[in-house]
Nanobody
Framework: QLRLEESGGGSVQPGGSLTLSCVGA????????FQWYRQAPGKEREHVAT????????DYSTSAKGRFTISRDNRKNTVYLQMTNLKPEDTAVYYC???????WGQGTQVTVSS
C-alpha cells in the first residue's frame, strides 16, 4: 500500500531551525518526485518545495527560497526539508506529497513563535 509519513515538526522561536523527514513505502522511491506543501489555519494549501528524481533537481516557492533546502536519500526512502531562519509566517502543517499521484502524508505541525 502506498503511503508517506512525515515527522520532525515542533515549536521553535523565530530564527530557529527544524528538519522535517518524509518516509515513503509501497512504491519505487528512487523514481518518484516529491513535494512539500504547507497549510496555515484559514488558508489554502501552498507549495513549498519540489525535488525531482532525475539529478535530484529542486525548486522552491519564493518564501522558501534561500532559507529551506529539500533533499533526499533514496537508500533510506526518505525526503527531507531543512528549514532555517524560521519566521512566524512559516507556522503551518507541513505535508509530504508524491508528485503526480494522490499520495499524501498526514502532516507534521511547525509552530514558530516567541
Amino acid at each position: 500500500q502506498l503511503r508517506l509519513e512525515e515527522s520532525g515538526g515542533g515549536s521553535v522561536q523565530p530564527g530557529g531551525s527544524l528538519t522535517l523527514s518524509c518516509v515513503g513505502a509501497g512504491f519505487p522511491f528512487s523514481g518518484a518526485a516529491f513535494q512539500w506543501y504547507r497549510q496555515a489555519p484559514g488558508k489554502e494549501r501552498e507549495h513549498v518545495a519540489t525535488i525531482y528524481s532525475t539529478h535530484t533537481m529542486t525548486d522552491y516557492s519564493t518564501s522558501a527560497k534561500g532559507r529551506f533546502t529539500i533533499s533526499r536519500d533514496n537508500r533510506k526512502n526518505t525526503v527531507y526539508l531543512q528549514m532555517t531562519n524560521l519566521k512566524p509566517e512559516d507556522t503551518a502543517v507541513y505535508y509530504c506529497h508524491r508528485m503526480n499521484y494522490e499520495v499524501w502524508g498526514q502532516g507534521t505541525q511547525v509552530t514558530v513563535s516567541s
